[in-house]
């Protein structure tokens, strides 16, 4: 971790930076936009980028889409982006289950949205639960037993804006009386940016729920756990050294970086403020911070 106190972002030290990295990870809430609001600067900035033969990658934490539906969003705010380049935790929680050859018969029960579903089904995995159980009420009578899927093998958590008590429930229950039930949480963000005005809960939330109903912790899948990092490191074979994380939060992205030896930038556009780091109680200090990503793009200019 790195101990020094960041350095501000300069013309002095960008071209430092640019030159050393071969490709930029970026965050996406609070980074490249917020909500559905593209943050300033941003297009001109990635296109500069390309332009200069670096590499561009979007790490989420954000499992509510699907790498085609990220798609489809960077694609309907002005940006090219494919699917390649996009690694969701929704993505991450599907490639776990596949790396530890999670049994097919086995099904997959979701706290969470259509992101995660997409992703498993296009992994070969049987999914139940997400955005449909939203919908569902559980029945507190006497003598009513809460049924439950015997065969679910894994339980996934992670951003649910359709969260309720009959998702808990079934969720619960399958990770305490299924023999072997997985708990995988996407990540265990406090809050996001889900709009441009203002944060809101993250699915840190209702991991926290199901962490408290089964006394369990879960599987992280998402930032800063390094199973991405090792993705990416097997899809585009370039040395972390050689990658520099660009994030809005010191907890996730920034901590990602350093844990995997990358360099790191953070941008004050999102979730962390300059008084939080340089806080001195804070001792995640990135290499690099600035105001925004198209900061990149003023101080390159002559």
């Known amino acids: 971790m790195n101990s020094s106190p960041a350095q501000l972002l300069s013309a002095q030290n960008v071209n430092q930076l640019l030159d050393s990295v071969q490709a930029f990870l970026f965050d996406c809430d609070g980074v490249i936009w ?44 002005g940006i090219s982006v494919t699917e390649d380049e996009i690694f969701s935790s929704s993505f991450a929680a599907a490639m776990y289950l596949q790396l530890i050859n999670f049994p097919q018969h086995k099904k997959v ?112 899948v998402g930032k800063p756990s390094n199973f991405l990092m090792e993705f990416l490191l097997k899809k585009f074979d370039i040395s972390c050294s050689k990658m520099c994380m660009v994030g809005d939060r010191l907890d996730t992205d920034i901590l990602f970086g350093q844990n995997a030896g990358c360099r790191t930038l953070l941008v004050l556009s999102g979730v962390t403020t300059e008084s939080v780091l340089q806080d001195p109680s804070n001792k995640t200090q990135p290499e690099y911070y600035t105001s925004k990503v198209s900061d990149m793009l003023d101080l390159l200019r002559p």
């Open 109 to 220: 029960y979701v706290i969470g949205e259509q992101g995660i579903l997409e992703e498993l089904q296009l992994a070969g995995f049987t999914a139940l639960g997400g955005p449909e159980d939203g919908k569902k009420t559980a029945q507190l009578k006497s003598n009513c037993l809460f049924e439950h899927d015997k065969s679910v093998g894994a339980v996934v958590v992670g951003l649910d804006q359709y969260i309720n008590y009959y998702k808990l429930q079934y969720g619960t229950l399958c990770i305490r009386e299924n023999p072997g039930c997985l708990f995988i949480a996407t990540n265990r963000d406090a809050v996001g940016h889900m709009t441009d005005l203002q944060e809101w809960p993250g699915a840190g939330c209702m991991v926290a729920a199901i962490c408290g109903s089964t006394q369990k912790e879960p599987i992280v």
């Open 34 to 77: 917020k909500g559905d609001k593209l943050i300033d600067g941003v297009p001109e900035t990635l296109h500069t980028l390309r332009s200069k033969g670096k590499k561009l990658v979007f790490v989420t934490n954000n499992s509510t889409k699907s790498r085609s539906q990220y798609a489809n969003k960077f694609l309907s705010l």
